[in-house]
């Protein structure tokens, strides 16, 4: 039976700062990536969260990022790939005591931000990412990006013997090679959520999406990213899980679709 | 056959910063307490620090302390009994992640600074700290202090079904009760690696000390904690073992002696 | 004629978190409390800040705490007298800087949180923090607790030449002897904005307001403070003013009435 | 009468954690660039740092960095031109205060680590830094890379009506066209104090210093860096101020040098 994963960035709170709806988003999806504590999130917002997730039983991944609170992981910073594989190696051993708090294992790891397009750009930081997961943990999935960008990343992580999650994101527009529009586009982000629920469908069910330029391409991926912070996010992830039972489909966690 | 277990602060450095002679230290004790990165330690800090000990065959500890690197742990910060369990759970955890990585178990945990005097003083907040160390592992060792001002905590402990090691500290005066002669008070740190030596000597084979008025107290202790950062550190742990050898007695690891 | 100062806490979003209604809080209060980075705040949320009291003819006071944004400075932390003074000449001076830009003097400094709690309770901490306002400008007003509780601060302040602004919680109940009811306590927090407008006003003008028990009792105050985060904030300060206009009072700077 | 300025990192110290050899250095230096709490030090470090540098009559400047302690600011981080000047607006004005109570005027403001790079090769970055100073005090000087590199920056400070100090590395070895050879190759450090001093006395007295392939090229500089951590700090220091009195030149602080 053929299905899809829905993850969802969760536990971005922190302290005072609450940022996220995560109760009312996190019934409808099947993986969560939750904060660690150095882009975002902090212990209790970690308890909470993993506990969140066990609750509804999604599965529960960590979302490590570069120590940089201030910018929440999104600006790039120049770290050694030897700091890096212990920046992640930290960060997913915090999460992971909470999962066994909470009876849950930790089912995969997706770097955060520019953490997320570091390793697609630069090989060594992408090796020291996938030899610190596996140094935690060997069982792990490792969440990269679908399509051209991702090819390398996942090359990396097959031949070190790392599963990987290819992700991809239906809310946002695709060039026909597979690369995705970016964000300053015209175009680039799709916001009506039966529209992102139907590209989710097109992916689960046919592999592919409809690109910008109005071809359909060939897109694998194992799990599609949506977002928990947007006006339609609980909709959104009500209608992904719609669309697909009306089909024969059905959400999955992305531990089944990668083994 | 009888011993005692040396343990000693590990892994304080930062980024740029060094303190401690951690290399010089590490062979001549038993149980390291590393810090977890909240008062003290980085990733890169802990993963060496646990590298280390591995290598001289000295178990490993966590050392979780308050969020004040600025204040090295050692200033009260008053955090909910809640927040501080989540604290403990998330920088135990992180150094578990490095403890896994280097193959050898996490064997305790010791609160570090104001929080490690904290949990003598409030209840709540050593429950707060007990609750932490089951979640995270039930199998963990919690190091407090010998003596009346850590019955409390050992008394909480053991009502929860946590292993405690009771802890003295040889380079510090006792008074007659068998609390610790404050810090600010002549004579109230003894620096003679000899005499430290000798007390050590005194308390694995007689759980006993002789306090500042003269009389020999009992103190039943599991450890001695020594200090890594005076010039006279690494004369000091040599000769301990030295002392402990010449009567038969051993240094022993915490866990072997609590079980 | 008579006249009291509004201040309100401002600049409390941090990086990708936002706090507080600031932009449409700011037209209707005299004196921005504004955070300075260390339990809330950031150097563009400062920046922002000023800008926009500046924009709405608000004067600008500095709102230092200790350095625990995962805490939101409202957690005691002991730190000694003398670093105080360091972390308060560094919050004050950051902010200044700001004033600079945008061409508006700093009118005064009023300690957050937990620190504004610990002044009243230490002298120590209280000369600490006095000092260093002296040191970073002898023209800034401190503000302080107005009753009996503020008393010891203010006179310190008074000893050391500093000027005070004693500040009333127009929304908190009072007890007969002019000490706040404690906030967990029953009707200890007043939401009604016309109640609140009432009170304001009648510390204005009669430096008096009603307690809990329901006579009428003294207090003297520079400044009321009110909170900017609630769903009724905008209301409130609009309802404050026009109560004071309907009766001749006016809205004015803290430093027009403590001069 | 000809001179030169000699500038060094101070102030490096943070916490528990003590770098360099701040009280040694500096009664021979001219100029000190004091860590501003970012990327090293802290309020109390920079408290005792300007205390120092005014015993000593020497001439006080901000060393501003990145958000990195963990790395010492020596991370590139990818950060907007408009957080870039709010972070130097904060950092030097928070120095500022500690000029004032201590009763010395700033002087100057050399970026830390990775910025001081940045803005050599990203003009945005550049006009964002000397934004940032003049919007603080348009009095300030802005120290940068004497020689090729640092022409841009030179420029686009000049445009902007900021004084700039050029700045020689006289422990580095240069190239024929005037730019630094890197860190990593053979003999890019040089280590011995009498030739460094004699280099520096070729750059006060001739505005030239010999490059590595042996001829003699110009090289305008109003200040050379020297490093206080090294074993050889003090007698280096020592060392230049005996070379430049001996010839009649003398060490001047960079303000009367770029007026």
């Known amino acids: 039976m053929r299905g899809i994963d829905v993850n969802c960035d969760m536990g971005e709170s922190f302290g005072p700062y609450t940022l996220g709806r995560d109760s009312e988003v996190m019934p409808h999806i099947t993986s969560a990536n939750v904060a660690c504590g150095w882009h975002a999130g902090d212990p209790s917002v970690m308890d909470r969260t993993v506990a969140l997730a066990a609750q509804n039983g999604v599965s529960v991944g960590a979302h490590p990022g570069y120590p940089d609170l201030l910018g929440f992981g999104r600006r790039k910073l120049d770290c050694s790939p030897d700091d890096l594989t212990q920046y992640i190696i930290y960060q997913v051993g915090a999460l992971q005591a909470f999962c066994h708090k909470h009876g849950t294992p930790l089912q995969h790891v997706k770097p955060h931000g520019a953490l997320y397009h570091a390793v697609l750009e630069d090989e060594e930081l992408g090796r020291a990412v996938a030899r610190a997961v596996l140094q935690v943990d060997p069982g792990l999935v490792l969440v990269t990006l679908a399509g051209p960008k991702g090819e390398s990343m996942s090359s990396i992580c097959r031949e070190m013997g790392l599963d990987v ?60 990213c949506v977002h928990g912070d947007t006006p339609t996010a609980v909709e959104l992830v009500r209608e992904i899980g719609h669309r697909l039972q009306d089909d024969g489909l059905q959400l999955r966690h992305m531990a089944q679709l990668t083994n």
Chains 1, 2, 3, 4 share one sequence.
């Open 165 to 224: 999650a290819r992700e991809a994101f239906p809310d946002r527009a695709y060039n026909a090679d597979g690369t995705l529009v970016p964000r300053g586009s015209r175009g680039a982000v799709i916001e009506d959520p039966q529209e992102v629920a139907a590209r989710t469908h097109s992916l689960a069910r046919d592999n592919s999406v409809r690109a910008a330029s109005g071809e359909t391409i060939e897109l694998e991926a194992h799990t599609v």
